[in-house]
């Protein structure tokens, strides 16, 4: 089993910055790569971004490109998404979650572990 710890949400004005983490634990080795969601009330569960531990691949959703940035602390087993010029929209709980295999999907199904979440609000 792997165990995901989502940090670093709270609440932030618009124009702001927050910088998400997830510890990763327990069988480490079983995830290839890591992805970040959010889900609003009301709305699916969207993709934000993902990395591939080894080599540090990135891939965003467009509209998140240039003000998220996603990365990864190989010597922590932690995975950060940087978030900043915040808006309103962005309010949402941020997931993280792992993927056993290098393939950097933008589908939630295909990932197979996943934190508690961690809520994010951006006050205009």
């Known amino acids: 089993q792997v165990q995901l710890v989502e940090s670093g949400g709270g609440l932030v004005q618009a124009g702001g910055s927050l910088r998400l983490s997830c510890a990763v634990s327990g069988r480490t080795f079983s995830s290839a790569a890591m992805g970040w969601f959010r889900q609003a009330p009301g709305k699916e569960r969207q993709f934000v971004a993902a990395i591939r531990w080894s080599g540090g691949r990135t891939t965003y959703l467009d509209s998140m490109k240039g003000r998220f940035s996603i990365s990864r602390d190989l010597t922590k087993n932690t995975v950060h998404l940087q978030m900043n010029s915040l808006k309103p929209e962005d309010t949402a709980v941020y997931y993280c979650?792992?993927?056993?295999?290098?393939?950097?999907?933008?589908?939630?199904?295909?990932?197979?572990?996943w934190g508690q979440g961690t809520q994010v609000t951006v006050s205009s």
């Open positions: 979650a792992a993927n056993k295999w290098a393939s950097l999907s933008r589908e939630p199904h295909e990932y197979h572990y």
